[in-house]
């Protein structure tokens, strides 16, 4: 998680590092932050494609699965 945070930092407009953050936090069950991250990718994906954004939507609402 560390290094796709550094990376997103050095280069905010990096989706793919906040897309691959959000599936850390996923997978830790820190579902609420991956959401985030998830979000912001989505966000940054219509700036800057990088992912097809059905993945990330697909993420999403398995997220929201996941809470139930």
């Not at 599936?23 to 820190?30: D, M, P, S, W």
């Not at 609420?32 to 954004?53: G, I, T, Y």
Request: glycine fraction near 2%; hydrophobic fraction near 35%.
């Amino acid at each position: 998680i560390t290094l796709f945070q550094e990376a997103y930092r050095l280069n905010p407009e990096y989706t793919l590092a906040r897309f691959n953050e959000g599936r850390c936090l996923e997978q830790l069950g820190q579902i609420q932050e991956a959401a985030q991250a998830f979000s912001h990718a989505r966000e940054l994906n219509e700036l800057h494609p990088e992912l097809d954004e059905e993945e990330i939507d697909d993420r999403l609402n398995r997220l929201f699965i996941l809470e139930r």
